[in-house]
Each structure stands twice: as structure tokens, then as C-alpha cells.
């Protein structure tokens, strides 16, 4: 338009040629705008220049044009710059179209006087569209930075926050870790002072090598011996005694077990002559030759027992007489023991203490390591046999090696009223083999030793079947509440077989009224009953009892049962009809004070007064049947990424499940994670945390309080 | 299982109490199922007069006792009749998922019981067998 000379006196480029000019407004509006714009409105043009950015120029120098003439700029509209006519942009983005067009009017309007030869379409931009456009693209690249400086933040953060959870994986796991030395360290004391008191106890030069085991080993080997010793010891008095009622020796693996820990025990003295020595000679010689074929009776572990045993055989072999053969030698092969196995499996690790890894997954770390306790305390020792009893009642008979008199001597020394609290977690080690023994035996702790060894020695081949009897301290005292019979019979079998003394009641009243006259460790309490339901019985025994944990027993598991039986002061849920493991379940649950008072009991001075929590977590830990305790090496190659019970098979995920509970849970909860822990594959972390949800909600009290009132039950007895 | 049903005896349950025998000596698993036997012929006979009497309170409530007790020895068949027996006596079929009326219970209640019973001595019947051929001893 501008180029149209023919508008020449209406509109035309500005003398710099950077503008334009209409000269006259109205003649513009009533010629130029019709042809060139839809629309007949000046306004409208100008508005239309506004946002193209076009800006009106006041021009007082130039005054040629008239008074009534508007000029128009705009950096990008040049007479000589058509290519910039392309920049003149809306400052809305439009179509470029309707820009080019706008400003090819315009451009076309005032083109005039240069007489450039511009067509509409390729008018020059000019310099005003294209600054805004320039602006306009300065702006997008300022944003595009920004986000990508925004990127480049997150990008950092997300690596911040990836580092940060890394630590805290490590931290976590050193701190796994450090709770391993933690559970080393105090084993280690305590394995110290039992044996500064062993020391003083005995009177033979066991005394003396007993310390001088202390002195002269190293933690771990000593650890393994004295272990191993205490473990052989009541082997050996149990073979003994199960000779002495009559067994037959059939287990080849026993008489070489036998054997070896003779020859193993040779640290102990031989205080009385050996009885039936020739006996056992034909016996080992059948041994030795079973040995490699033997059958692992009692569901023993491995195949592999026989194969250690022959191993261990042969090693012994030099060594025909128990009598003391020099211990260092023995340690080595111990410590060998205990570390082939340990390495090879993994699932068996608790038998490392033992040479030849006899007691497999008896002996089990977790016997092993209330090994150095037990070894150290009387009641211990005792407990330790109990357990011991199946396997041992296979091996059965011989017990006429002069070291096996010793023992029997020394245990009778050392037997105290009590069952060790240690041996206890032994149990799930022992899912496989363990005898039940008689009923009497739970009745008369200190008899029951060598009840429970003749009685297992006369019911040896039921070692067959996973009985499986988690050991006390003292036999707790159960009172069972149910009004059916057949129920009322089996539960109070089950109950004996755990070694719990029974008390019955046949409804909720006699459950109120013994419950007034007695004190129990725990109540089965069946639910649906005459007279006075279980609810309602609990809820009045709770007006003057706190702390026995009352069980219910029932078939109705609905969870608003469920909380009722809660609200009134339940401890647990025992669903009927229960099975056996259910049933040991709940008494570890909440018995567990009944094992671990025991031990505290006995742990000197130094250690234990410290607070139940801790202490008994870490006592637990002692316990713990992990290569942690039985296999320092394997420990000092913890870097904080193999948790310490890896080598039972366990993941790091269901240790560190572990810890959590063992940190955040109640004491016997922990212990329950740590013993349902040691036990086979058990699906813990779940365990964990239904005995958690169970529990939590009183158990703490309980437990706590339980414990409070236990121990002083336990101090009196001792 | 046979015929697609359910075995007579649970063996979990049932293994537990026989593991709790000595050897050789069945003692007590023998005289817990005595236990069990007499028990339930009491039962039947008190199920039977309440019937008579068309109280479902004590129907569900003694279904609910011999569901207990022969859960507990793993004789499951006579356990989920009795499990039955015991909604039906408050007035529900818990296997239909519906409500019952106090007519439709106790119909329901009269047929198991027969039902009930012959499961029974099926029940003890195979007991005693069991024992007879595989440990010689008599129920």
C-alpha cells in the first residue's frame, strides 16, 4: 500500500524511511483502509499498529506532513528492510500472515516516497517487529534456561536425596554390625567371668585349664571349647546314665560321637574310673565303621554329621584313651570343626562349637552359645543336657569314658534348682530331635536332669518325631481353663510335654477362684464355657491380676471378637483347635522372662544390672545361634553388608527385620524373633510381626511386669 | 481324599496326638478318644431332647461343644456338621450366606443331626480300626 504512489499524498513512508506516515487521517480512513483492511476504522488501524508494536512518533521537527498526520514506527519496519518486515510480530502471537499483511499495508502505505520496488509480501520487516521479536525470543531463551538450570537442581536433589538413603542403608548396616560385636563382646565377658567362676568352683586342674582355656585362647576358641567341653560333658553323663538304664547303643554316630568327645573332653579330668571302657570299645568299633554309613537317627540334620564324625573319628583314632589328651591340639581340630562346618552349611551352623560338629543342629549356635554360660553356671549345665538328651540318648550307652564320670560329678557340683535359661533357645535348633520328657521331670528341676535323660533315654526313638520342647528355667505353672474334656486332656498333655506344670479349671469361676488362690505364669483360657464365660472371667481376674497373661482359647478368630477378648484384658489369641507349634508359640511369647530371668540371674555382678530391655537383648543376641558368636571369622569379614546370621540362610532383609523388632519390640518378642529366627526356614519377619500386632498392645506391661515379679520369685528359689 | 469329600480324619491334627504316645504305648491317645466317644453320645442324646424341645440356643451351643472337641482329634467331618449345626441353631446358613427361620432351623438341624451321628460312628468305627491293624491295640 505504502508502495502505491498513487496514495502518495495520504501515506507514505517517513523521510528516514523508518516510518510511516499517514498524512491525512480521514482520507486515509476513507480510501487506504477500505482497499487494504476489512475494516473503515482508524481506530481500528491504529489499534491493529499498537499491537504489532508499531508506536506512534510524536513528530514536532517534521511538520510537512500536516497537522493532522499520524506517524507510525516500528524497529522493524524500514523502507529498505524488507525481511524485517517479517519480525513485526504481534505482541499476542498471531499468524505471521496477518502481521505481514498488517504490516505490508502499512509498509505499502508508506513506501512511497522511497520508491523502493517493494511487493506486499516481501516488505522489509521492520526494526520495531523485529525488536519485539527479538525480545520475544530473548524471553523463550531465558526460559528454556531456566528450566534447564531447573533440570540440572532436580537432577542434583534426586542425587542428594539418592546419597543420603545410601548412607542410611550403610549406617544401618554398620549398625547391624556393631550389634554383633556388641552380642561378641558380651558373650566373650560373660564367657569370662563363668570362667574365672568355673575356675573357682572346681577344685581339679579342670579349674586350671579351664582358665587356662580363658587366658590362652582367643575369644572364639575358647568360646568353642568351653562349649564344646560343657556340651560333652552332659553328653556324656547322659550316655552314662542312658547306659546305665540299659540302652542299646545302636547309633554308630553316637559311639564315634562318643569317642570324640572323649577324646574332645580330654580337658576335663577323669575323676572316676571308666565303667564298661570295653564295652565301649566294641561300640566304637562299630561305630567307626558305621560312622560314615550311619544314619543320622532322629533327624538329624546332615549326612554330613556322618561324614565330620568319621573325620573326627579318624582324628581320634590316635588318641584310643579319653584321659587328657593336650588341648591345643584339640582346639585346632575344634576350631576346624566348627569352621568347616560352619562354611559349608550354612542352615547347621549352630553345631559349630561342637567338634565334629556332633550336636549339629542341636548343639546349634544357640546351644553353643549359651555354651560358655552354661558351661559357666551351674543351672546351665543342666538345661544344656536336657536338650542335649535325644541325640545323645541315640548315642546313648557308652558314658563310661573316665571324662564322662567328670562330668556327671561336675554337673552334680554345678547343678543348681534351675534349667539354664540359655538352653532355651536351643528348642527350635532341636525341632527335629527332641524327646519329650516325662512329665515328672518339669516337676523337679533338680532331678529332672536325669529324670529327663532316662526318660529319653527309654523313649530315644522318638527323637524321630519334631518334638520339640522349649526349656525353662523353672516350669512355668499354666493354668488351663476349658470345659471340654477331650480338649481340657489334650491341651494339658501338649502342656506337659512342654515341660509347663498344669493347673485345670472347668469353668470361669474356677478359673476366678484359682486365679485369686494362685499365682500362674500363664492361663488358657477357653472362651465358650457354663457358668461364666472366658471374657468375663478375664475381665475379673483383671481387677486384681495384671500381670499373667491370659490366652484365649478359641474357634471364633473375628476380629471384633478379637478386640473384646483384648479389651478385657487378653494377652493373645490361640485359635482352636491349636496345633503344637501354636501352642509353644504362645508359651515362648510369653514365658519368655521365665528363660531369661534365669540367665541374668547367673550373670555376674558386672552385667547384670542393666536395664530388661537391653540387657535381655542382648542376652537374647548372646544367644542367638548365628555364626556371629560361633564363627568370629566369619564376623570379622562383616563389613556391615553380610549380616551375622547370613550364615543360617538368613537374608539380610529378615536380619535387619530382626533388629527392627529387636529395637523397637518388647524383649520376648525380640526373643521370639530370635529364636523362631534360629529356627529352620521360619518365615519370621511375618512372625515378627503377627506377635508383634498380638502382643504389642499389652505385652510390654506384662512382660515387664511379669518379669519384675518373676525375679524375685527366682532369687529366693537360688 | 475319598470320594472327592473330606477325610474322616484330619491326619495334622490327628498325628499331633498320637506323637504325644509313648512308644508303643497308646495310652493316651486310646483314652482321649474314649473321652471323645462318650462324650459325643452324651452329646447326641442332649442334642436329640432339644430338639425335642425345639431349643436352637442350646442346639448351637452343644454344636459348638463336640465341634470343639472333635476338631481337636481332627475327626473333621463330625467337626464342620457340628460347625453347622451350631449357625443353624442361631439361625443361620452360613453355607447359603442367608438367615433362617426358626422352622427352617430346626429342619435343617434335624437332618444334620441324623447326619451327624452316622459321621460319628463312621468316625469311631474307622478309629478303632485304624488302631486295631496298625497298633494292635483295642479302642
Not at chain 1, 66 to 90: V, Y
Request: charged share 20%; with cysteine.
Amino acid at each position: 500500500m505504502l508502495e502505491d504512489n498513487t496514495c502518495e499524498e495520504i501515506v507514505s513512508w517517513g523521510p528516514a524511511g523508518d516510518c510511516f506516515v499517514v498524512k491525512d487521517m480521514t482520507e486515509f480512513t476513507k480510501s487506504v483502509l477500505p482497499r487494504m483492511f476489512k475494516h473503515s476504522n482508524f481506530a481500528s488501524f491504529v489499534r491493529q499498529l499498537n499491537k504489532y508494536d508499531f508506536h506512534k512518533v510524536k513528530n514536532t521537527e517534521d511538520s510537512s506532513f500536516g497537522e493532522h498526520s499520524w506517524t507510525f514506527r516500528h524497529p522493524d519496519f524500514r523502507a529498505d528492510n524488507r525481511e524485517a518486515l517479517e519480525n513485526i510480530k504481534r505482541k499476542v502471537p498471531t499468524s505471521r500472515k496477518s502481521a505481514g499483511s498488517a504490516a505490508n499495508g502499512r509498509a505499502g502505505s508508506s513506501n512511497q516516497a522511497s520508491g523502493d520496488p517493494n511487493s506486499p509480501t516481501s516488505l522489509p520487516s521492520p526494526a520495531a517487529p523485529s525488536a519485539s521479536i527479538n525480545h520475544l525470543q530473548m524471553q523463550i531463551d531465558a526460559m528454556v534456561r531456566v528450566n534447564d538450570e531447573l533440570k540440572a537442581r532436580v537432577a542434583e536433589l534426586e542425587q542428594n536425596y539418592q546419597n543420603v538413603v545410601d548412607g542410611m542403608v550403610h549406617f544401618q548396616r554398620d549398625v547391624a554390625a556393631q550389634d554383633g560385636i556388641m552380642q561378641n563382646l558380651i558373650s566373650y565377658f560373660v564367657q569370662l567371668e563363668g570362667a574365672k567362676g568355673k575356675a573357682a568352683a572346681l577344685d581339679e586342674a579342670q579349674g586350671s585349664q579351664g582358665s587356662q582355656f580363658v587366658q590362652s585362647e582367643d575369644l572364639p576358641s575358647a568360646y568353642n571349647e568351653s562349649v564344646a567341653r560343657a556340651t560333652f560333658e552332659q553328653m556324656n553323663e547322659i550316655s552314662r546314665r542312658a547306659y546305665a538304664a540299659g540302652m542299646q547303643f545302636r547309633n554308630g554316630n553316637g559311639a564315634s560321637r562318643e569317642r570324640k568327645s572323649g577324646g574332645e573332653g580330654g580337658g576335663l579330668n577323669a575323676a572316676e574310673p571308666p565303667a564298661a571302657s570295653t564295652s565301649s570299645q566294641p561300640m566304637m568299633g562299630n561305630s567307626r565303621g558305621e560312622a560314615p554309613s550311619s544314619s543320622v537317627s532322629g533327624g538329624f540334620g546332615a549326612g554330613r554329621a556322618p561324614a565330620s564324625m568319621s573325620a573326627i573319628v579318624a582324628e581320634q583314632e590316635q588318641k584310643p584313651e579319653p584321659p587328657q589328651p593336650p588341648q591345643p591340639p584339640q582346639r585346632p581340630q575344634q576350631q576346624q570343626q566348627q569352621q568347616a562346618p560352619m562354611e559349608e552349611e550354612p542352615q547347621e551352623i549352630p553345631r559349630m562349637p561342637n567338634p565334629g560338629g556332633f550336636p549339629q543342629s542341636f548343639l546349634a549356635a544357640t546351644s553353643l552359645n549359651p555354651g560358655p554360660d552354661s558351661q559357666h553356671h551351674a543351672g546351665l549345665h543342666v538345661l544344656t543336657l536336657g536338650h542335649l538328651m535325644p541325640r545323645d540318648s541315640l548315642s546313648s550307652s557308652e558314658g563310661d569314658d573316665p571324662q564322662w564320670q567328670f562330668p556327671a560329678h561336675q554337673q552334680q557340683q554345678m547343678a543348681g534348682p534351675s534349667f539354664a535359661a540359655p538352653a532355651v533357645p536351643l528348642h527350635p535348633m532341636q525341632v527335629q530331635s527332641l524327646t519329650t520328657p516325662s512329665i515328672e521331670t518339669s516337676t523337679s528341676p533338680t532331678t529332672s536332669p536325669s529324670g529327663r535323660s532316662r526318660s529319653i533315654a527309654s523313649q530315644h526313638i522318638r527323637v524321630r518325631r519334631s518334638t520339640f520342647v522349649p526349656g525353662w528355667a523353672v516350669p512355668p505353672r499354666v493354668l488351663l481353663v476349658e470345659d471340654d474334656v477331650v480338649s481340657r486332656r489334650l491341651s494339658s498333655k501338649f502342656l506337659q510335654v512342654s515341660g509347663c506344670t498344669i493347673d485345670v479349671a472347668v469353668d470361669g469361676v474356677g478359673a476366678v477362684n484359682k486365679m485369686n488362690l494362685e499365682k500362674y505364669d500363664l492361663v488358657l483360657m477357653d472362651i465358650v464355657m457354663p457358668k461364666l464365660d472366658g471374657v468375663t472371667a478375664t475381665s475379673l481376674i483383671r481387677q486384681f491380676d495384671h500381670r499373667t497373661p491370659i490366652i484365649s482359647m478359641t474357634s471364633n478368630s473375628k476380629p471384633n471378637e478379637i478386640m473384646t477378648y483384648y479389651s478385657h484384658g487378653m494377652n493373645d489369641i490361640l485359635p482352636k483347635p491349636f496345633t503344637k507349634e501354636g501352642l509353644f508359640t504362645i508359651l515362648e511369647k510369653h514365658l519368655t522372662h521365665l528363660k531369661q530371668i534365669q540367665q541374668l540371674s547367673r550373670v555376674p555382678r558386672s552385667l547384670s544390672p542393666m536395664p530388661d530391655g537391653s540387657m535381655d537383648n542382648s542376652l537374647a543376641l548372646t544367644v542367638n545361634p548365628s555364626s556371629s558368636l560361633a564363627a568370629p571369622g566369619l564376623m570379622s569379614e562383616d563389613d556391615g553388608k553380610l549380616n551375622p546370621l547370613a550364615g543360617l540362610g538368613m537374608s539380610d532383609e529378615q536380619y535387619s527385620n530382626i533388629l527392627q523388632n529387636l529395637l523397637g519390640a518388647t524383649g520376648e518378642i525380640m526373643e521370639e524373633a530370635i529364636i523362631m529366627d534360629t529356627s529352620t526356614e521360619v518365615v519370621m519377619p511375618s512372625e515378627i510381626n503377627n506377635s508383634i500386632g498380638l502382643s504389642n498392645k499389652r505385652g510390654l506391661d506384662n512382660v515387664d511386669d511379669v518379669r519384675e515379679g518373676k525375679r524375685g520369685r527366682f532369687e529366693v528359689i537360688e | 481324599p475319598q470320594d472327592g469329600e473330606e477325610e474322616i480324619i484330619d491326619w495334622e491334627t490327628f498325628n499331633q496326638i498320637l506323637e504325644m504316645d509313648e512308644e508303643d504305648d497308646h495310652e493316651f491317645s486310646i483314652s482321649i478318644m474314649q473321652n471323645y466317644f462318650e462324650q459325643a453320645v452324651a452329646k447326641f442324646k442332649e442334642m436329640d431332647a432339644a430338639l425335642c424341645k425345639k431349643d436352637l440356643a442350646s442346639l448351637s451351643s452343644l454344636g459348638h461343644f463336640l465341634k470343639g472337641s472333635s476338631a481337636a482329634l481332627g475327626i473333621q467331618k463330625v467337626q464342620h456338621s457340628c460347625e453347622r449345626m451350631q449357625h443353624y441353631g442361631k439361625l443361620r446358613d452360613e453355607d447359603a450366606g442367608t438367615d433362617l427361620s426358626p422352622a427352617d432351623a430346626l429342619a435343617k438341624i434335624s437332618a444334620l443331626l441324623a447326619v451327624v451321628k452316622v459321621q460319628h460312628y463312621a468316625a469311631e468305627k474307622w478309629l478303632k480300626d485304624y488302631f486295631k491293624t496298625k497298633f494292635g491295640e483295642e479302642v
